[in-house]
């Protein structure tokens, strides 16, 4: 079985723009969660989806939001970068939205200048 | 958003040491998980404890999900290189306890001395 897949895996843009990241769970499974990792801060919580449905949300600002397509893959938005905003950006899936197992994709790093 | 107290933060030793890290928590958890993460990659699911006193091996790691579901254990056992890594623990909350999915530890930095 194929497991999470993160597009693009690298990116630079510029402080002020937007970007966009994708992620395809495991198949079958229903839940996607999207995770900020900087060295200073460790793992930050996004947000989480289920069935195209936002579930859960961190405390991070508007300008971070996401959605989850009937497929469950989902994409993550980031409008008005910000240096702060460079980080490893991880996708992790799971079957059901609570207390299951989560499996990380490989990330996407995103460098802004 | 909270983060679990992980010990220690780093560690250095020798091939075919063993190693022991634990995680700690003011809140109680449902589920407990080890992750080990490389450089540049995700985080790789190594061991998930569902009940309290639950002790789970997966080769030469073993794992415990604490008796007060505060705390958790992870110990490898006789270390190889390819054990060089970060080690994060997460828990899971029960419901009502929060809106994040994981709350996750600070990881501990394993580095293998030659």
């Known amino acids: 079985k194929a497991g999470v897949t993160q597009t693009p895996r690298y990116l630079i843009k510029t402080r002020g723009q937007q970007v966009t990241l994708s992620c395809s769970p495991i198949s079958g499974h229903r839940s996607v969660s999207w995770y900020q990792q900087t060295p200073g801060q460790g793992l930050q919580f996004l947000f989480e989806?289920?069935?195209?449905?936002?579930?859960n949300k961190g405390n991070f600002p508007g300008r971070f939001s996401g959605r989850q397509f009937s497929n469950s893959r989902s994409e993550m938005n980031v409008s008005t970068l910000e240096l702060g905003d460079s980080a490893l950006y991880l996708c992790a899936s799971s079957l059901e939205t609570s207390g299951g197992e989560q499996y990380f994709g490989p990330g996407t790093r995103l460098t802004v200048t | 958003g909270q983060q679990l107290n992980q010990s220690p933060q780093s560690m250095f030793i020798q091939e075919g040491e063993d190693v022991s890290m634990n995680c700690t928590s003011s809140s109680i958890f449902n589920t407990w998980l080890w992750y080990k993460q490389d450089p540049g990659e995700g985080p790789v699911l190594l061991i998930a404890l569902y009940k309290a006193g639950e002790l789970t091996s997966n080769g030469r790691l073993t794992a415990q999900f604490g008796i007060t579901r505060k705390d958790s254990f992870l110990n490898i056992s006789a270390s190889i290189p390819s054990d060089v890594g970060i080690y994060f623990c997460?828990?899971?909350?029960?419901?009502?306890?929060?809106?994040?999915?994981?709350?996750f530890g600070t990881g501990t930095r394993l580095t293998i001395i030659p």
């Open positions: 997460a828990g899971d909350p029960p419901p009502g306890f929060g809106n994040e999915k994981l709350t």
């Open positions: 989806y289920f069935s195209e449905t936002q579930r």
